[in-house]
């Protein structure tokens, strides 16, 4: 089985911090995404990375940067963390198809305070 | 309006009972569709795919309707651990992107 693992479970940050959330997925997948999920508003695409040092804006980058050095690795940057970034965090990778669907990590739930 | 649009729930049933969700898209590009269920403050898990022959997966059926642009979701047979929220996903054109509704919840009661 595909194993998206995220490196925090719980994060609490104070406001104008950087935080890095990481995202490590072991099954050579292209594709690597990074959604937020908030009440009311489902699951948002941030951004998501079809290569290696590839990357494009979702429907909300916004405070948002990304990085993906290496195939496996996808990292979710919030330059100055501010309170409207709390939220939930997931990551995903799936094959470059898409038609299998995605394989998401387990969450990181970010309190920003 | 949303890309994806879903009726929030909940849906509280007995077991046993067989309760249907619909989805509606509005791009109608869209090329592929899944079903997902999340638990409460879990990841969304891939359920089933959905064709537009439509397909089964032991007590779940899916449906798509291109020419509508709404996707179902049929559940026979409730069953306790059927409890969750029901998202219903599109993939928009040839960009991989999955796009999400907001997702149903189904609460089944004993």
């Known amino acids: 089985d595909v194993k998206v693992t995220q490196s925090s479970r719980y994060l609490v940050k104070r406001t104008g911090e950087k935080v890095f959330l990481e995202c490590v997925q072991d099954m050579d997948h292209e594709n690597m995404f990074w959604y937020r999920q908030d009440p009311g508003l489902g699951l948002r695409l941030i951004y998501f990375?079809?290569?290696?040092?590839?990357?494009e804006k979702g429907d909300i980058p916004e405070g948002y940067s990304v990085s993906r050095e290496k195939k496996e690795r996808f990292s979710l940057i919030l330059e100055s963390a501010s309170t409207n970034q709390t939220s939930m965090y997931l990551c995903a990778s799936s094959l470059w198809t898409g038609s299998y669907g995605y394989t998401f990590g387990s969450g990181t739930r970010l309190t920003v305070v | 309006r949303k890309e994806v649009e879903q009726d929030p729930g909940p849906f509280n049933v007995p077991e046993g009972a067989t309760v249907a969700f619909n989805c509606t898209y509005s791009n109608s590009a869209s090329q592929s569709f899944f079903w997902y269920r999340q638990d409460c403050r879990k990841e969304p898990k891939l359920l089933m795919s959905?064709?537009?022959s439509g397909n089964e997966d032991g007590r779940f059926t899916a449906q798509l309707n291109r020419a509508s642009q709404y996707i179902s979701l049929l559940i026979r047979d409730s069953k306790l651990s059927d409890s969750a929220t029901y998202l219903c996903?599109?993939?928009?054109?040839?960009?991989?992107?999955?796009?999400f509704g907001s997702g149903t919840r189904l609460l089944v009661r004993p």
């Open positions: 959905v064709y537009s």
């Open positions: 990375s079809y290569d290696v040092k590839m990357k």
């Open positions: 996903v599109v993939i928009r054109d040839s960009s991989y992107k999955l796009i």
